[in-house]
């Protein structure tokens, strides 16, 4: 199994930054993706980034959400830590959401989730 646990969430006001940073621990070695969701009431559960252990990176594209991501998120990761972070710029009212930490486990196949932080950006 694979914990996962999310820091840095709070509330921002229209144009802020913030970064989160999630770690992971457990039965680490065979993590391949991790990623950052997020859901808003009401809304679906949307990929806001990805990275592979390889450094490959994707980001989600979502009408529910507003503005794309790419350009005023980006994500990093460091393997020897398991951990990721993403650094949040620009930040707009449709970003409001809890943010959730994802790892995928390429031995088990199971998709593993944080319990959430909340990132609220206040106009």
């Known amino acids: 199994h694979v914990q996962l646990v999310e820091f840095g969430g709070g509330l921002v006001q229209t144009g802020g930054s913030l970064r989160l940073s999630c770690a992971a621990s457990g039965s680490t070695f065979d993590i391949t993706v991790m990623a950052w969701y997020r859901q808003a009431p009401g809304k679906p559960r949307k990929l806001v980034a990805e990275?592979?252990?390889?450094?490959?990176?994707?980001?989600?594209?979502?009408?529910e959400y507003g503005l794309p991501v790419e350009g005023r998120f980006s994500i990093h990761r460091d393997n020897a830590k398991n951990t990721i972070d993403l650094q949040m710029t620009d930040l707009k009212s449709d970003d409001t959401a809890l943010y959730y930490c994802?790892?995928?486990?390429?031995?088990?196949?199971?998709?593993?989730w944080g319990q959430g932080t909340q990132v609220t950006v206040s106009s």
């Open positions: 990275i592979t252990r390889g450094g490959r990176i994707e980001y989600g594209q979502s009408e």
């Open positions: 994802n790892a995928r486990r390429e031995g088990d196949g199971i998709w593993y």
